[in-house]
């Protein structure tokens, strides 16, 4: 079971991919003010902020906290034409598929001194851009495969289901639809294409700093892209915050009327597209975060720690993270009846603090 999560930052050049990606990673990738100054995917991996692993080492006097992670990958900016190879193409394109979330960044502010490959921002014309050429890319996959399978199909009668699938999804690509928006097909059933609109999407709108208190506008940019995830950052902002303590950075926040940093956002919308959760591990040696699938089966669970934790489970010894900070220790939790033993149907809950019971 993979647990991965890695969240593809791609737009047009110059939207803010790049600054958005150094502040999300606190890296220093060039970021400069000309179209493909990204060329190679920039790659970085960062902690996924949960404050209760903090409170766990405390409870558990360790000073050794493993969080769960992210990879951010920076890909290079797409221009109109690149699925037929125009400015990075192919090269591009390639990248994306190897990621699990599109993070589709789109500049929603004009600014004289940024330069933009149209000349002047407009987010609907910039998304429908990017979504043409992915569009365009995934009628090339699925016309090549589609037209022998539809011929082995009339041969092999079992294999009409998937010639249908396969049917149908050429007649939304066709129609100029990514497929992201359609739920009721099972893309599990022709994964092996990595077709790119099938991946979840999250739009990510840069506004500058005044835009982010601007509920119309931001109600406007949620409108183009519904009924799809949409979030709303201040690439500047952000890029001021990744250089301050906690307290200081909160305060700026504040300011602007945010809760919540854009880093902290994103995880968490990545985490909801991709049906994801975490559940903890606690000792006196370390404290965890695992990342698993949502309705993950404790032995399930029990193999993203180690295989052969899946193959010997036995039972899993779970405490809610929230009763067992209120009881204090795990004894106490185990006194108050807090602590209960699940077996293997077990669905695993955000928030266990599991310890497994296995035999290898």
Known sequence: MSSSVSCGIVGLPNVGKSTLFNALTGSSVLA??????????????????????????????TEKIIPASVTFVDIAGLVAGASKGE?????????????????QVVRAFNDPNVTHVEINAEPKRDIDVINTELVLADLQSINKRL???????????????????YKKVYEIL???????????????????????????????????????DDQVRKDQLSALVAPARALFVSAKLE?????????????????????????????????????????????EKEVRAWTIPKN????????VIHKDFERGFISAEIVDYNDLIEAGS?????????????????????GDVVLFRFNV
Do not use: C
């Not at 400015?87 to 993070?103: K, Y």
């Not at 037209?147 to 009668?157: I, L, S, V, W």
């Not at 990514?178 to 999407?201: C, G, N, R, Y």
């Not at 301050?244 to 956002?265: K, T």
């Open 147 to 165: 037209t022998r399978f539809d011929k082995e199909a009339r041969a092999y009668p079992k294999l009409r289901p998937l010639a249908d699938t």
């Open 32 to 61: 400069a003010n000309y179209p493909f100054a990204t060329i190679e995917p920039n790659t970085g991996v960062v902690p996924v902020p949960d404050y209760r692993l903090n409170k766990l080492a405390e409870l558990y006097n």
């Open 296 to 303: 993950a089966t404790a032995p399930e669970a029990a193999g």
């Open 174 to 212: 066709d129609n100029g639809e990514p497929l992201w928006s359609h739920t009721d097909i099972d893309f599990s059933t022709i994964a092996d294409l990595q077709l790119l609109t099938a991946k979840p999407v999250i739009y990510l709108f840069n506004l500058d700093e005044h835009g982010l």
């Open 87 to 103: 400015g990075l193409g192919n090269q591009f394109l390639s990248h994306i598929r190897n990621v699990s979330v599109i993070v």
């Open 239 to 283: 890029s001021e915050l990744k250089d301050l303590d906690q307290v200081d950075a909160e305060e700026l926040l504040n300011s602007y009327g945010q809760n919540e940093s854009g880093l902290v956002q994103l995880i968490h919308a990545a985490y909801d597209q991709l049906g994801l959760q975490s559940f903890l591990t606690a000792g």
């Open 330 to 350: 795990m004894t106490q939790a185990k006194a108050s009846g807090k602590v209960r033993t699940e077996g293997k149907d077990y669905k695993m809950q955000d």
